[in-house]
């Protein structure tokens, strides 16, 4: 019931723009629950298009049909925007943060809904100054019960709230009112979008997301990558039923610009030419569709795609779950985890898709 309280019931139509500062770039994946417990929810169903344009911007339209196999609930989902890594601290990450926030898009049965700034945090009192009971006097916390020391959690501010995380103020006003929440900054993990889905019980849902951001790139590297994973469709229940990701060169980039594409535990993409865009049957016949963004790419030509297709996958989990990744030039495979839970004898990146482009924009350095 709490959690209900978060999302207001108003409707707002926001726009579909984002992108990081910097060269290092957060990955977009599939919506996750927010609760730790077993989910009744399944995934019957994915469609995600992925436009890639010179300079690594890539505009992402995903759908999602879930199915409800328990009784009725009322479910948080969420996915990251924005990463704590070494170059980007918790303070630069949260400036200039609206509420709710103007990207991604969201649609419920393509109705526009509220997507508001979640906090991803571990819990470490600094030197016993406040207690749990005193961090949810301030801030929403999704979960009740106090974490154990270093454990994650999530929590949701105060919309009037957001602007004690700017920096700015944040160094010239270090007024007593926030002491909660500016000792909450320092151990920031991560910025999620996140927004509420009702379920009746059996009901199916059909939720959208359409975001841009740009692809991890060195600042004297003309290869770009991006990253899309799939295993965070191991935290709803059972398989995903069925799935497809469409790769589109856009804006003049061709083929010939990708240097490479690969999956781990997936079946191998295939180059198709000459396509018209027709969006999954279990997908276009969802109520609602007709509202949502990837209606309007229905019918669309494109002249070559690279389809990743699949049927009952089961996702396979990466080392630690809710892992996000970071690039710099001289570690193009390095991890940032915002995730402590560790799973064995799993390969790196299993279940996602990389690809890496050489920049036709890159002028060199």
């Known amino acids: 019931m709490r959690l209900m309280l978060i999302f207001s019931p108003v409707m707002v139509l926001v726009s579909c723009v984002f992108s990081d500062a910097g060269f290092l770039r957060s990955i977009v994946q599939n919506p996750i629950p927010v609760s730790s417990f077993p989910t009744s929810i399944e995934m019957t169903s994915e469609d995600v298009l992925i436009e890639i344009y010179p300079g ?16 009725a609930d009322t479910v948080i989902m969420y996915f990251p925007v924005k990463l704590r890594t070494i170059f980007d601290g918790p303070y630069l990450a949260l400036y200039n943060i609206s509420d709710p926030l103007l990207s991604p898009s969201v649609t419920v049965n393509g109705l526009p809904v509220v997507v508001r700034p979640m906090i991803g945090n571990t819990w470490t009192p600094w030197h016993d100054e406040y207690t749990w009971d005193e961090v949810r006097d301030v801030v929403y916390t999704m979960q009740e ?3 154990d020391s270093g454990e994650f959690y999530f929590y949701i501010a105060d919309e ?11 160094l010239n006003e270090w007024s007593s009112d926030y002491t909660v929440l500016k000792d909450l900054v320092v151990t920031i993990h991560s910025l999620n979008a996140c927004w509420s889905v009702p379920f009746a019980e059996g009901d199916s849902v059909l939720v959208e997301f359409s975001t841009e951001y740009s692809m991890s790139s060195g600042y004297e590297s003309p290869y770009c990558t991006m990253i899309y994973p799939l295993y965070t469709g191991a935290s709803w229940a059972g398989p995903i039923g069925e799935g497809r990701i469409t790769i589109v060169p856009s804006g003049g980039l061709e083929f010939a610009d990708f240097d490479s594409w690969y999956s781990t535990s997936m079946p191998d993409a295939g180059i198709m030419k000459n396509q018209t865009y027709v969006p999954l049957e279990s997908i276009s016949g969802a109520d609602g569709f007709e509202l949502t963004e990837l209606a309007c790419f229905s019918g669309t030509y494109l002249d070559s795609v ?6 009952e996958f089961e996702p396979v989990v990466s080392p630690t779950q809710w892992e996000y990744f970071y690039f710099t030039q001289d570690n193009p495979d390095g991890r940032f985890y915002s995730g402590l839970v560790a799973v064995e004898d799993t390969e790196d990146w299993s279940s996602s898709i990389r690809i890496d482009i050489l920049d036709p924009l890159w002028a060199g350095e």
Do not use: C, H, K, Q
């Not at 690594?56 to 009784?71: D, K, P, Q, R, S």
């Not at 009037?160 to 944040?170: K, L």
């Not at 690279?306 to 049927?311: P, Q, R, S």
């Open 56 to 71: 690594g911007t890539v505009e992402i339209t995903a759908a999602f049909l879930f199915t409800n196999t328990g009784a």
């Open 160 to 170: 009037f709230s957001w602007d004690t995380y700017d920096i700015n103020r944040m």
């Open 145 to 147: 019960t106090e974490p």
């Open 306 to 311: 690279l389809v990743w297709e699949f049927n």
